[in-house]
């Protein structure tokens, strides 16, 4: 198959484009940057961006330009994961970078399809699991889920967040589009042991005895292990019958004190110090990020996928961990 990933150059992509060129798929990555930019550790498997089967290409993620539309004429799949990153300070110039480069991309990949003669038969459009309200109370799946911002204790950020994807969703379902399967992905945290990661990231954390709950501890984690994210695309690109919002995360997503203590366990850690509020709002602010991506209650199931007889290699923390925790310290040495 040809596959297309737009903004397929950063953390997600690497993971597809991994997947992919197992499976002897061909790869075009529509990238702002005209070289491609140094990318995670891939470990002792050569990066798919350095292998010639991908190819990148130049887009600017606003406007249909005809060197990246003829990509996708006659391609297969086409993935769009362009946005720029969430990790960062919510300010008014970061807000703005936040909504329009998901909006302007998904329009300008929506304009794209329909101005081609043979249209792929799939796109799936990134979205998120931040979509849901922040509840502890029940999961949301894609039939009785509760889309969020109307929830009286959410923060300004959090509300933010939410509105980005709803605004992402719409702008990407204004097309018609005949003969083109769309789905929403409303993706929940994807763990890989690639450097630099959230998964790097979160072990970093616990080995320094700083992995303890966060906040209360009481708000839901969703997360999916990466080799179920990608076994989840092939089923959203093989199945016809799944089209529309569909949740990609793991069955079972989890208090964040038992997410914690998933990672102190899996790196033989016995103690982590708690963070509460106050403590991670000095800490995001010097790591230049928001505490929504640890206090919003993300409590997300997958509906769609499930009812679909789709199994989860991982679908609990403790294993998924375990594996990861493995890979990652191999990658590391
Ligand atoms: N990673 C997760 O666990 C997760 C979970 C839920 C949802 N998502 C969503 O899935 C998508 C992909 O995630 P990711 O982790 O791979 O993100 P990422 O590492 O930040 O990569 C996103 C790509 O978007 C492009 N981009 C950045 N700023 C842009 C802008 N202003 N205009 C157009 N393109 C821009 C960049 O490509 P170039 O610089 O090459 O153009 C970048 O490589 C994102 O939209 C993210 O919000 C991710």
Redesign the pocket.
């Known amino acids: 198959m040809k596959i297309i990933l737009p903004?397929?150059?950063?953390?997600?992509?690497?993971v597809l484009a991994r997947h992919f060129l197992r499976a002897n798929h061909q790869v075009v990555?529509?990238?702002?940057?005209t070289a491609p930019?140094k990318v995670l550790n891939m470990g002792e498997e050569v990066s798919p961006f350095s292998d010639s089967r991908v190819r990148m290409v130049a887009w600017?993620?606003?406007r249909v330009e005809a060197q990246w539309r003829d990509e996708i004429e006659g391609s297969d799949v086409v993935i769009n994961?362009?946005?720029?990153?969430?990790n960062c300070r919510y300010h008014q110039k970061n807000r703005r970078?936040i909504m329009?480069?998901?909006v302007?991309?998904a329009r300008a990949v929506g304009q794209a399809i329909t101005q081609c003669q043979s249209p792929p038969s799939v796109w799936l459009q990134?979205?998120?699991?931040?979509i849901y309200s922040h509840r502890y109370d029940a999961a949301n799946d894609e039939a009785s889920g509760v889309i969020g911002g109307e929830e009286p204790d959410l923060e300004d950020t959090w509300k933010f967040s939410i509105d980005v994807a709803k605004a992402w969703e719409a702008a990407a379902t204004e097309f018609n589009l005949p003969t083109t399967r769309q789905v929403l992905m409303r993706?929940?945290?994807?763990m890989s042991p690639d450097a630099n990661g959230?998964f790097d990231v979160l072990t970093g954390l616990v080995k320094k005895f700083l992995g303890g709950r966060n906040g209360d501890g009481r708000q839901f984690v969703s997360w999916i292990h990466e080799n179920d994210f990608v076994a989840a695309i092939d089923r959203l690109i093989t199945d016809k019958t799944l089209e529309g919002p569909v949740n990609v995360a793991s069955p079972n997503p989890l208090p964040n004190s038992d997410f914690m203590k998933g990672l102190r366990d899996a790196n033989g850690v016995s103690f982590g110090l708690p963070a509460s509020r106050w403590m991670l709002e000095i800490g995001a602010r010097l790591m230049k990020t928001e505490t929504e991506l640890l206090l919003k209650s993300r409590r997300v199931v997958p509906g769609k996928l499930s009812a679909a007889g789709f199994e989860f290699q991982f679908p609990r923390w403790a294993e998924a961990c375990k594996d990861l925790a493995r890979k990652l310290a191999t990658a590391k040495g």
């Open positions: 903004g397929g150059s950063g953390q997600l992509g690497l990555i529509l990238s702002r940057q930019r600017d993620g606003k994961l362009a946005g720029r990153s969430v970078l329009e480069s998901r302007d991309s990134s979205s998120t699991a931040t993706t929940a945290m994807v959230v």
